[in-house]
């Protein structure tokens, strides 16, 4: 069962063309977007990979700073955000509460902890960065990703076990800005929403210092992903 | 003792001395006033010529980083002092006179004489303590072999020690003289006896002649009483750990500084080490996990590091495997990585650094 295509943007599928290929160039970044085209690629490969090797919902890509970071101009590179399946990072301190209210409460073991929507910045493993770089990214984006900024990147919908072949990448231009309207074709990956808008955000995540994964793709096309507190943070029980 | 006079760290600034590059503290109260008021821990150095050990088990003198240092001057703490020009002032320049020279060699020969005495005390005891342990057990062995056979082990010739010597020494208790001596006995007693008459003090004045015959410990110790004047070559030659009964340890107001230098020059992660000092980490070197710094959260005796860090300039450019692989170490070894450096003049910055475990 297929979307209806919007055919203006969709461009026709090439079965020479890896998945991978497909999809970055299905989904073509906005008009206003100042950065290059390989940050736009790049972030797109770790979206992809996000999504398929790692099972995360609701990716999203973003262009602009987050609305709540007034003072911040500009973005240096886009950013993904997204819920990861499982919580990713707990603090080592809400680690020790968690147990704390297990054992009062007279349960064993480790409860069932929301997923949290995480920020992804992309990186190639090559690049050399700056401390300076890192300051701007944290400054230009808020705490807890917005779950309605950024534009939404479409992956196929017929979510097929056999391999990519048998996938559509129906790509469509994702929206840009904030709060843009999208086309109606409903996301079939899931419209399960993490810390809906009713829940108060975990005091962990607006207490502790900001928090970003780095995902740095290597020239073998793998992508390992990195927590950077923007401050000091102790390291967890592993 | 240090509780019995002022902690001279809150009081006076502390003299940190500058040999050859090196920061170094000498003193133990220092050192333990700046590890409890200003969590500053430094890396002991001690250690024997002839034995040099890389653990943590060497003693003084204390060896501070630069940045230690500077920080302790740039806080108000501490003074940095060229110690060979502080030596020469003020041994050579302004001098200690010619009588307070004398003193202090006498005192040294004085303090060399006395180890002499406690060494060759401390080898006729042990000297004796063997001889008893052997006779003991002699002793033994006869009782077991008399009452198994019956014979008389006063003739027995089993024992591979020389009976004779054993035989003199059960019967000679307080006898002036001694009734069949061989050679080995003999060299035992003059050795003795030479020993006898180092071991006397000029306070007591009891005679020596009785005691020396008979061996026991207990006639050893009262040896010491008499004085003899050792010879020149048996003194113990003594180095002095620190040069401060001779010279002033804080210069007076009114006399001329000794050769206060300027701040020490540090690398460019100096504002990170300040940041988290100032924040009531313990920063110690980081060369066994190649970064620069390992931070613990107090008192490395009681805690493990948190944080393995490296102090950049804001705009250094850095390649990101190096971001990679220390947090891939830090994680490895139960630790963060932080990075950091001055963001505006006077504030710092720092990232964590984990891996996410994806």
């Given at each position: 069962?297929s979307t209806?295509?919007n055919s203006?943007?969709?461009?026709?599928?090439d079965?020479t063309l890896?998945?991978?290929?497909?999809?970055?160039q299905?989904?073509?970044p906005?008009?206003d977007?100042?950065?290059?085209?390989h940050?736009?690629?790049?972030?797109?490969?770790?979206?992809?990979?996000l999504?398929f090797q790692?099972g995360?919902t609701?990716i999203?890509l973003?262009?602009?700073?987050?609305r709540q970071q007034?003072t911040?101009?500009s973005?240096p590179?886009?950013v993904?955000?997204g819920?990861?399946?499982?919580?990713?990072?707990?603090h080592?301190?809400?680690?020790i509460?968690?147990l704390?209210r297990?054992?009062?409460?007279?349960?064993?073991?480790?409860?069932?902890v929301?997923?949290?929507r995480?920020?992804?910045?992309?990186?190639?493993?090559?690049?050399?960065w700056?401390l300076?770089?890192?300051?701007?990214?944290?400054?230009?984006?808020?705490?807890?990703p917005?779950?309605k900024?950024?534009?939404?990147l479409?992956f196929a919908?017929?979510?097929?076990?056999?391999?990519?072949?048998?996938l559509?990448?129906?790509g469509?231009?994702?929206?840009?800005?904030?709060?843009s309207?999208f086309?109606?074709?409903?996301?079939r990956?899931?419209?399960?929403?993490?810390?809906g808008?009713?829940?108060?955000?975990n005091?962990?995540?607006t207490?502790q210092?900001?928090?970003v994964?780095?995902?740095?793709?290597?020239?073998?096309?793998?992508?390992?992903?990195?927590?950077?507190?923007?401050?000091i943070v102790?390291?967890?029980?592993n | 003792m240090s509780?019995s006079?002022?902690?001279?760290?809150?009081?006076?600034?502390?003299?940190?001395?500058l040999?050859?590059h090196r920061?170094?503290l000498?003193?133990?109260d220092t050192?333990s006033a700046?590890?409890?008021?200003h969590?500053?821990?430094?890396?002991l150095?001690?250690?024997l010529p002839?034995?040099?050990q890389?653990n943590v088990f060497?003693?003084?003198?204390l060896?501070?980083?630069p940045e230690?240092?500077?920080?302790l001057v740039?806080?108000g703490?501490?003074?940095i002092?060229?110690d060979v020009?502080?030596h020469k002032?003020?041994?050579?320049?302004?001098?200690l006179?010619?009588?307070?020279?004398?003193?202090y060699?006498?005192a040294?020969?004085?303090q060399?004489?006395d180890?002499?005495r406690?060494?060759r005390?401390?080898?006729?005891?042990r000297?004796?303590?063997?001889l008893?342990?052997?006779?003991?057990?002699?002793a033994?062995k006869?009782?077991?072999?008399?009452?198994?056979?019956?014979?008389d082990?006063?003739?027995?010739?089993?024992?591979?020690?020389?009976?004779?010597?054993?035989?003199?020494r059960t019967?000679?208790?307080?006898?002036?003289?001694?009734?069949?001596?061989?050679?080995?006995?003999i060299?035992?007693?003059?050795e003795?006896q030479?020993?006898?008459?180092?071991?006397?003090s000029?306070?007591?004045s009891t005679?020596?002649?009785?005691?020396?015959?008979?061996?026991?410990?207990?006639?050893?110790?009262?040896?010491?009483?008499?004085?003899?004047p050792l010879?020149d070559?048996?003194?113990?030659?003594i180095?002095p750990?620190?040069?401060?009964p001779p010279?002033p340890?804080h210069?007076?107001?009114d006399?001329p500084?000794?050769?206060?230098?300027?701040?020490?020059t540090?690398?460019t992660?100096?504002p990170l080490?300040?940041?988290?000092?100032?924040?009531?980490?313990?920063l110690?070197p980081?060369?066994?996990f190649?970064?620069?710094?390992m931070a613990?959260p107090?008192?490395?005796?009681r805690y493990?590091?948190h944080?393995l860090c490296?102090g950049?300039?804001?705009?250094?450019?850095?390649?990101?495997m190096?971001l990679?692989?220390g947090?891939?170490?830090?994680?490895?070894?139960k630790?963060?990585f932080l990075?950091g450096?001055?963001e505006q003049?006077?504030k710092a910055?720092?990232?964590?650094v984990?891996w996410s475990?994806?």
């Open positions: 069962m209806p295509r203006s943007s969709s461009t026709p599928e079965p890896s998945g991978l290929h497909q999809f970055i299905d989904n073509r906005p008009r977007a100042t950065h290059e085209a940050a736009h690629k790049l972030a797109l490969q770790v979206a992809h990979n999504r790692h995360w609701e999203r973003h262009y602009h700073p987050s007034a911040a101009h973005l590179r886009p993904i955000s819920l990861p399946p499982q919580r990713l990072y707990m080592p301190d809400e680690q509460e968690v704390q297990q054992r009062e409460q007279g349960k064993a073991g480790w409860p069932e929301a997923p949290e995480e920020w992804v910045v992309p990186s190639q493993l090559q690049e050399s700056t300076r770089r890192f300051g701007d990214v944290f400054d230009a984006l808020s705490a807890v917005a779950e900024e950024g534009g939404r479409h919908n017929a979510i097929q076990l056999d391999g990519d072949e048998g559509e990448m129906m469509n231009r994702s929206g840009s800005g904030a709060g309207p086309n109606s074709t409903p996301e990956e899931g419209t399960v929403t993490s810390n808008n009713g829940h108060a955000p005091k962990w995540r207490g210092p900001k928090r994964l780095l995902a740095t793709l290597d020239d073998d096309s793998t992508v390992v992903y990195y927590i950077v507190h923007d401050g102790k390291p967890r029980q | 509780a006079r002022p902690s001279s760290a809150a009081s006076t600034l502390v003299p940190i001395y040999v050859a920061y170094m000498y003193d133990v050192v700046l590890r409890r008021d969590h500053i821990i430094g890396t150095i001690g250690t002839q034995s040099p890389q060497c003693g003084l003198p060896e501070l980083m230690e240092a500077r920080l740039e806080v703490v501490a003074y002092v060229d020009k502080a002032q003020g041994f050579l320049d302004r001098g006179s010619g009588e307070e020279r004398k003193m060699v006498n040294l020969q004085r060399g004489a180890a002499a406690v060494t005390m401390r080898a006729a005891e000297r004796e303590r063997g008893a342990q052997r006779r003991e057990k002699q033994r006869d009782l077991i072999k008399s009452t198994i056979e019956g014979v082990t006063q003739t027995e010739d089993g024992s591979d020690n020389p009976r004779d010597m054993l035989t003199d019967c000679m208790t307080e006898s002036g003289s001694v009734s069949t001596v061989t050679d080995k006995t060299n035992e007693e003059e003795m030479g020993d006898a008459l180092l071991f006397t000029r306070e007591n005679s020596v002649r009785e005691d020396s015959r008979s061996a026991t410990p207990a006639s050893v110790q009262s040896l010491r009483h008499k004085l003899a010879p070559d048996e003194i113990q030659p180095t750990t620190t040069s401060y010279l340890q210069p007076n107001e006399s500084p000794l050769s206060t230098l300027p701040l020490p540090v690398p992660s100096y080490f300040k940041f988290l000092h100032s924040r009531g980490y313990f110690a980081g060369l066994r190649g970064c620069q710094y613990y107090g008192d490395p005796l493990h590091s944080f490296n950049l300039d804001w705009d250094q450019d850095f390649d990101l190096e990679v692989g947090g891939r170490l830090g994680t490895g070894v630790k963060g990075i450096g001055e003049e006077g910055r720092a990232f964590c984990e475990g994806m």
